[in-house]
């Protein structure tokens, strides 16, 4: 028995290996609902992973220009993936759009840039999910260092983003 199990034990991690990896091919929306302050990953609309976070430290309405500590809404995608950030790790959203850019235009400002949803700053880890009784960022999406690194292996550059009021 013993010999029949430890034979088939490679198979068995191989399995759980690639069905691990089929769920993170199958993320295909990222949904962050600025109100309530979650972050939820979709597939095939339905939620598989849901996070509370920290955004802008002035919240409310659409980005409008750089500096306005605003997180954008709209539709979007991960258009980067950064594991050097400044912040335990970073996908960058792919604001600002071409509306975005003609708003800003129009107001003679310029719209920003680097939004993107990340860790906690490196060294600063330990504050955990503290880091959640106030809105902190320049407009990014935070959550725990431990959090972006599910959201790391699980969204892919190209995956939609939908951010809502």
């Known amino acids: ?59 409310i309405g659409h980005k409008q220009r750089e500096g306005d500590e605003r997180t954008p809404e709209g539709l979007y995608e991960i258009d980067a993936r950064n594991p050097d950030s400044a912040y335990h790790l970073a996908l960058r959203i792919s604001y600002p759009n071409a509306q975005d850019r003609a708003r800003a235009a129009t107001a003679g400002v310029d719209p920003g840039g680097m939004t993107m949803i990340h860790g906690i700053r490196n060294g600063l880890g330990w504050i955990g999910g503290l880091h959640r009784f106030f809105d902190w960022t320049d407009g990014c999406i935070a959550v725990t260092n431990p959090e972006m690194d599910e959201i790391w ?11 809502r009021p």
Do not use: C, H, N
């Not at 292996?153 to 951010?163: F, H, K, N, R, S």
């Open 1 to 59: 028995m013993d010999i029949f199990l430890t034979a088939r034990w490679p198979l068995f991690v191989a399995l759980l290996v690639a069905a691990s990896l089929v769920q993170a091919a199958e993320v295909d929306r990222v949904l962050i609902e600025k109100s309530a302050r979650r972050l939820v990953l979709l597939q095939r609309d339905r939620p598989i992973r849901v996070y509370t976070v920290a955004l802008g430290g002035d919240p």
């Open 153 to 163: 292996d699980l969204v892919q550059v190209g995956t939609p983003v939908e951010i």
